[in-house]
């Protein structure tokens, strides 16, 4: 049997002190090296990882864990938690994470946080933890099969911390292409196609550890050209909770221009295309 708890805490141990040993070395390179690199930036993703936790703490988790329960009393059967159940809830929570990925750059509700990742012109490792201090309570229903198809509560929700752990290390510009592996697993050059505002790398590369599915679904892109990093819009700001609020603002102008029901609904679930007229 395997101790889901205990795997749990371990995994929330290895990426805190992944992120902050690793970039306190990345910091060090930059400074010795006198690398291009925005502090007040980095200081931002820093007070936003800590929101972030501290959000998750209270709350998030919670909620998380509570609405992965209630559908899991409709599962179709109930898995067994053990090692071969586990490699195959990551690999479904790796697969269900790309169409989450997908969504949450197509429909303004779900941007509205994961926009947050996105808003920096800087990239490094601490962008990693540059996470909307909300986005923990919604995601969770993006893994909603995995409850129906009987993967127990906590075993589903440490899947998907093993997807996000896995991407910590592929926010990085220290690292280049590293051929054929780019084939099967997402890597540092093509996570950075996906943080790039140029027109060819928009929308490209929403896989978590694995790329395949990228390739799979046509959204796959190499890295070609130097990536533009941020937003096509950019925000400018480093003040955390500017960052974590702008595009709910968005939204908020948009529903007080709205003119009917369907107004309503596009403004807060629409495409990113629509705006009210």
């Known amino acids: 049997m395997l101790d889901i708890n205990g795997l749990g805490n371990w995994i929330d141990s290895i990426g805190a002190v992944f992120i902050v ?6 910091v060090g390179i930059d400074l ?22 501290l959000a998750n703490t209270a ?23 053990n090692g071969w159940t586990m490699i195959l809830a990551v690999a479904i929570a790796d697969f269900l994470y790309y169409g989450e990925h997908r969504v949450e750059h197509r429909i303004r509700f779900f941007w509205a946080y994961h926009n947050v ?12 933890s540059r996470l909307s201090w909300v986005e923990a309570c919604f995601l969770w229903i993006f893994y909603l099969p995995m409850a129906l198809l009987g993967f127990n509560p906590l075993q589903i929700l440490i899947a998907v911390q093993i997807t996000a752990l896995y991407q910590i290390w592929i926010h990085t510009q220290k690292i280049g292409r590293l051929g054929i592996l780019e084939k099967i697993i997402n890597t540092p050059a093509l996570h950075r196609v996906h943080h790039g505002s140029n027109s060819i790398y928009i929308d490209k590369n929403f896989g978590g550890i694995f790329i395949i599915w990228d390739r799979l679904f ?8 130097p990536v533009v990093y941020g937003l096509t819009e950019n ?8 960052i974590n609020a702008i595009e709910y603002r968005r939204i908020g102008k948009y529903l007080s221009k709205s003119k009917s029901l369907k107004d309503v609904w596009y403004s807060v679930f629409g495409s990113l295309d629509w705006q009210p007229k």
Do not use: K, W
């Open 21 to 26: 040993v690793f970039a306190i070395i990345e």
């Open 32 to 53: 010795l090296c006198h690398n291009q690199r925005s502090y007040q930036d980095t200081a931002a993703n820093v007070a936003i990882a800590i929101g972030y936790q």
């Open 59 to 81: 709350i998030g988790y919670a909620i998380a864990l509570a609405g992965i329960s209630f559908f899991s009393q409709f599962s179709f059967t109930q898995l067994p938690v």
């Open 117 to 128: 990742h996105h808003s920096s012109m800087d990239y490094n490792l601490t962008i990693a």
């Open 218 to 225: 046509g959204t796959y892109q190499p890295e070609t050209e």
């Open 235 to 242: 925000i400018n700001t480093h003040n955390p909770i500017e």
